[in-house]
């Protein structure tokens, strides 16, 4: 079984809509990451959780939110969301200390009409 | 602040040819450097990584990259690549506390047989 999960893996929707993107993550790790991809771009960091009660924004966190419901479940919001964040969402897990691996999950491919 | 330069948006390579994709970076602290590998429809996986010591780092698939400080770069480097090579490369910087990675824009490797 895969170590970090997400869902739904390909969604679309509608301009105004809310909808919501999980991560799940077995690897026991204390980080959690959301990143979205666009092409040309690379990855760009929109939130990251150190535990439960410590979420911080990243560069690109407006129009979005995140929940951490658990150690290991990390979930991204847009309250509302609008065709320019039409991308490949990815969420990442690491165990903390000095820079170790990040470990991505498949990638949730959103579009937005 | 942190930032990576990817110098190719995308190299294309006969097989069994020597390949490099370079990587330049930009940070005013430590510096702990990544690359990672994007197959079509698949997450991110870690090729390599640099944190310190040897300056030439072997990884996976017989990639290896070199540190060099004083061009602040970090090229990676295969001898002879496969067509299995074909893929998205991201090289990556971190600051080593928040464990979040900056991206530079990726570079696509097409292995032509």
């Known amino acids: 079984d895969a170590d970090v999960t997400q869902t739904p893996r390909n969604r679309i929707t509608k301009t105004g809509k809310r909808i919501m993107l999980e991560c799940s993550q077995t690897?026991?790790?204390?980080?959690m990451y959301w990143y979205r991809q666009d092409p040309g771009l690379g990855l760009r960091l929109i939130y990251y959780?150190?535990?439960?009660?410590?979420?911080n924004k990243g560069e690109i966190s407006d129009g979005y939110s995140v929940s951490r419901q658990a150690q290991a479940k990390f979930s991204l919001s847009l309250e509302s969301a609008i065709p320019n964040q039409t991308a490949l969402y990815f969420c990442?897990?690491?165990?903390?200390?000095?820079?170790?691996?990040?470990?991505f999950g498949p990638g949730t491919r959103l579009l937005v009409l | 602040a942190q930032s990576v330069t990817q110098l190719d948006s995308q190299v294309p390579v006969f097989e069994e040819a020597p390949v490099e994709l370079r990587c330049n970076y930009s940070?005013?602290?430590?510096?702990?450097l990544f690359w990672y590998v994007q197959y079509p429809n698949q997450g991110l996986q870690l090729l390599l990584k640099?944190?310190?010591?040897?300056?030439l780092v072997k990884g996976i698939n017989g990639f290896e990259a070199e540190f060099n400080k004083s061009q602040t770069s970090f090229h990676l480097r295969k001898p002879s690549v496969h067509i299995s090579d074909t893929a998205e490369y991201f090289c990556a910087v971190s600051d080593g506390y928040t464990g979040k990675l900056i991206f530079g824009q990726g570079t696509t490797l097409q292995v032509k047989p």
């Open positions: 690897k026991g790790h204390d980080r």
């Open positions: 940070s005013s602290v430590s510096v702990y």
């Open positions: 640099y944190l310190s010591g040897s300056t």
């Open positions: 959780s150190f535990d439960v009660k410590d979420i």
């Open positions: 990442a897990t690491t165990s903390g200390g000095l820079p170790e691996t990040q470990y």
